[in-house]
């Protein structure tokens, strides 16, 4: 092993120390009086019992389809597959476990200081932030280096890599979705019947289906989330290493499938760093603190970047790139670019989703005229939303191709998820302080725990925006990046076909109108099981409150656990054929136009479907995330007090918009992410499994 090597391993082994220590600092703070430790109890027993029987259901369609692709590709292939899937899966569970240990432990912090509760909540999400990078990282690069160290063919080691990267993406669908499913059912049930029928406030321990609400923040937000970016993250940085094998030859092949690695392993190091300066200044402002954070990993990650190019490939060096040459500082500009996309969409995103600025507040001005003109400017909002984030998304593609070309592309998007870490912890931070206002609300602590308990709540649904909108912008990236990686595989695996994407060729038209469709029958799927979910919910509440006498006197209790299964069993059911569409849609199309025409156009439309996928996907997704954050803003905004605040008519429709705007922004529009990148893996997966059979 080289100096390099050593340093990558020990980026990743850093970040996991890092989660292993602040853990211990996270469950060695006070968990709350016995009330609030049973309450915390039911939440954490509900996420376990969910995520249990969903893993058990993915383990059953992971191995057979590992069994597939052990069959097709071999068993590097297979091997990289389960490897990809078992870390994403735990990447999730783990940070799913941290957050149900410091909703309660950020609530009792409450008690006494606004700064200890954001210290224990960050921490949490940090804990989960730095393990999703670190074992990203050791994962891909441990196995390209045990592949390399078996002498095999850089061919057959980049195959194996896009198996550890479908892997991690069948999981992250499976987690987006069903979690998204679990979460937003049990929402939306408890508002209808909680807060619009019963006219009982958010949270209040009468609901039977509060638990399960608190359920779903942990595995939707939190395991959802981080089983997302972790598949984005490891997708990005395989699918730069193979652009890198395919387009660079001789002594620049290494330095360059190296590059994306060592750029996410002087990220983490960056990121550890930023975590010690989110600190409350004088204002109390927590959102500043946060950022303070986020600034800081990007500062630092940018130095260190310029300083592992510099010492690998140098500045000044020409490396060929097809007809033209490219440089290390070119590179390192490229990277710039990522982070300044980075930066952008999470302000921009910010701006269309917070309490702060224009978006927010003309919904919950509209929610005064009624729920129509509430869901109409919430729609209305929802699609301006989709500008600017596309403005920047095309600026750092052209600016980054103009740079370097396709590569400089998929350096810019890897220079992006090399602040995964930071920008997960912000992410993760939500769902805690979620969870630990509903602690507070349920144990009856004093109404001033409450308030600092919203106050953290109300940035952690911005942040849980502004991480949304980085996912789908690193999305973008990493997906044109896969879809490069599709030509350029054509080009070496099919040498003799001629391959054009012309808008004159019908086959062009069909597969870019199958693909445009994908994401809006996806998101359909989405929306239509967080409706079948929530109305089973609503079903229940109502039965509860019908059938048990004394909840609404708070004399009886309500069956907590019926709901909680009732969407276990609904969530994970509904998530598998919306789930199994991407993969089946590539395969099927290519089949079908390959029987009317032949092998040329079928590969033809199929690389159309992929474009197709991405330009409506990343728009789908946007507009989804931001609208659904928007509402909900809009609503808390109301409940501040403004336009007549809670119990008013305008209250009531903004609660309305909220209720859609939930599936919008945390069951559909995340799961746009992973499915845009398994529709191009698939691809991948196909054309090597052709190549492989036709030999």
């Not at 430790?37 to 029987?53: H, M, P, T, V």
């Not at 929402?187 to 406030?201: N, W």
């Not at 033809?604 to 509402?631: D, K, N, P, Y």
């Amino acid at each position: 092993m080289t100096v390099m090597d050593i340093f990558i391993i020990s980026s990743g082994i850093l970040a996991i120390l890092y989660g292993i220590v602040v853990g211990k600092m996270v469950y060695a703070a006070p968990a709350g009086n016995a009330r609030m430790q049973e309450i915390a109890s039911a939440i954490q027993e509900g996420a376990n019992a969910y995520l249990n029987r969903q893993y058990t259901t993915i383990a059953i369609v992971g191995i057979f389809v590992g069994a597939i692709l052990g069959w097709l590709l071999g068993k590097y292939v297979a091997i990289g597959f389960s490897i990809g899937a078992i870390l994403s899966g735990l990447a999730g569970y783990v940070g799913m476990n941290v957050s149900v240990r410091a909703n309660v432990r950020t609530a009792e912090a409450a008690r006494t200081s606004l700064k200890g509760a954001l210290a224990i909540a960050f921490r949490a999400g940090a804990i989960t932030g730095l393990l999703v990078v670190g074992l990203g990282l050791l994962g891909v690069f441990v196995y390209y280096l045990v592949l390399r160290h078996l002498g095999l063919e850089i061919r057959v080691i980049l195959e194996g890599l896009i198996g550890l990267s479908f892997g991690a993406s069948l999981i992250s669908i499976f987690a987006r979705l069903g979690g998204g499913i679990f979460t937003k059912g049990a929402d939306v049930g408890a508002d209808l019947v909680g807060k619009i029928e019963a006219g009982i406030p958010e949270d209040d321990p009468r609901n039977p289906a509060v638990i399960a609400d608190n359920v779903g923040d942990n595995v939707g937000d939190c395991a959802g989330m981080a089983a997302d970016l972790f598949e984005t993250y490891a997708v990005t940085i395989v699918a730069t290493m193979l652009l890198a094998g395919v387009m660079f030859e001789g002594a620049a092949l290494e330095s360059m499938i190296m590059l994306p690695l060592g750029i996410a392993a002087v990220c983490i190091i960056g990121s550890v760093i930023g975590t010690f300066f989110v600190r409350l200044g004088s204002s109390n402002n927590i959102m500043g603190a946060l950022y303070k954070g986020f600034i800081a990993s990007s500062i630092f990650s940018a130095v260190f970047i310029a300083g592992y190019i510099w010492q690998t490939i140098g500045f000044e060096t020409p490396y060929p790139l097809g007809e033209v040459e490219i440089t290390g500082l070119s590179l390192l500009y490229c990277t710039f670019i990522g982070l300044g996309v980075t930066g952008l969409l999470i302000w921009i995103t910010e701006y269309y989703t917070s309490t702060e600025y224009r978006p927010v507040k003309s919904i919950a001005k509209a929610s005064e005229t009624g729920h129509a003109t509430n869901i109409i400017q919430g729609l209305a909002i929802s699609m301006e939303s989709t500008a600017l984030p596309i403005i920047v998304i095309c600026g750092g593609i052209l600016g980054s191709y103009l740079l370097a070309g396709i590569f400089g592309i998929a350096i810019a998007a890897t220079a992006m998820l090399a602040l995964a870490g930071m920008v997960i912890a912000l992410d993760a931070y939500g769902p805690v302080t979620d969870n630990a206002g509903g602690i507070a609300e349920m144990s009856d602590l004093p109404k001033e725990v409450r308030v600092t308990t919203d106050a953290l709540d109300a940035v952690g649904n911005t942040t849980k925006a502004v991480t949304k909108g980085y996912a789908i912008g690193s999305a973008a990236l990493g997906a044109i990046v896969l879809f490069s990686a599709y030509t350029e595989d054509l080009r070496h695996y099919f040498q003799g076909l001629d391959i054009e994407f012309n808008l004159s060729d019908p086959f062009v038209v069909v597969g870019l109108l199958v693909g445009g469709m994908l994401p809006y029958l996806f998101a359909s799927r989405g929306m239509t099981a967080v409706g079948r979910a929530g109305g089973q919910v609503v079903l229940e509440v109502r039965r509860q409150f019908k059938e048990i006498k004394g909840i609404m006197e708070g004399t009886a209790k309500p069956e907590y656990g019926k709901a909680v299964d009732l969407l276990t069993k609904t969530a994970i059911k509904e998530m598998i054929i919306p789930s199994l569409l991407p993969i089946c849609a590539p395969i099927i199309l290519y089949f079908v136009v390959f029987w009317v025409q032949d092998q040329s156009a079928a590969f033809t439309a199929l690389g159309a479907m992929l474009l197709g996928t991405i330009v409506t996907g990343v728009f789908v997704a946007i507009s989804m995330t931001s609208g659904g954050g928007a509402w909900d803003n809009a609503k808390k905004y109301i409940e501040d007090g403004h336009h007549g605040g809670k119990g008013s008519e305008a209250h009531k429709a903004a609660v309305t918009g909220d209720t859609v705007g939930d599936p919008y922004k945390d069951t559909s529009g995340p799961a746009i992410n992973p499915m845009i990148k398994i529709v191009n893996i698939v691809a991948l997966l196909l054309m090597a499994t052709l190549a492989h059979l036709a030999q």
